[in-house]
């Protein structure tokens, strides 16, 4: 069984930066390309970024890139995602997931495990 935990979440300004945190357990890490997806209120879950399993690849969704930097610890079984520059339309659950596919998906039915998700509340 796959364990997802995520830690960092928390209240910033409009501006400011966050870390956020996806602590993975159960199994060979290594064995997983990983996301971070966030979820707003009454909108649907969304892509935010994908990590392969080496940490070679990465891809972002389009209004995150320049301010968000995906990145993976394979030897302590940890994925993070550096948010910088947040805007209060960052503001979100944000959850991590697992798939055991090559290939890093944008949709996600395509992962097979998640986290339980940490608020990230961005203030104006």
């Known amino acids: 069984q796959v364990n997802l935990v995520e830690s960092g979440g928390g209240l910033v300004q409009a501006g400011g930066s966050l870390r956020i945190s996806c602590a993975v357990s159960?199994?060979?890490?290594?064995?997983?390309?990983m996301a971070w997806f966030r979820q707003a209120p009454g909108k649907e879950r969304e892509f935010v970024a994908g990590i392969s399993w080496s940490g070679g690849t990465t891809r972002y969704l389009d209004s995150v890139k320049g301010r968000f930097t995906i990145s993976r610890d394979n030897d302590k079984n940890t994925m993070f995602l550096q948010m910088n520059s947040l805007k209060p339309e960052d503001t979100a659950v944000y959850f991590c997931?697992?798939?055991?596919?090559?290939?890093?998906?944008?949709?996600?039915?395509?992962?097979?495990?998640w986290g339980q998700g940490t608020q990230v509340t961005v203030s104006s």
């Open positions: 159960g199994d060979t890490f290594s064995k997983y390309t």
């Open positions: 997931a697992a798939r055991t596919g090559r290939l890093i998906i944008v949709g996600p039915y395509e992962y097979s495990y």
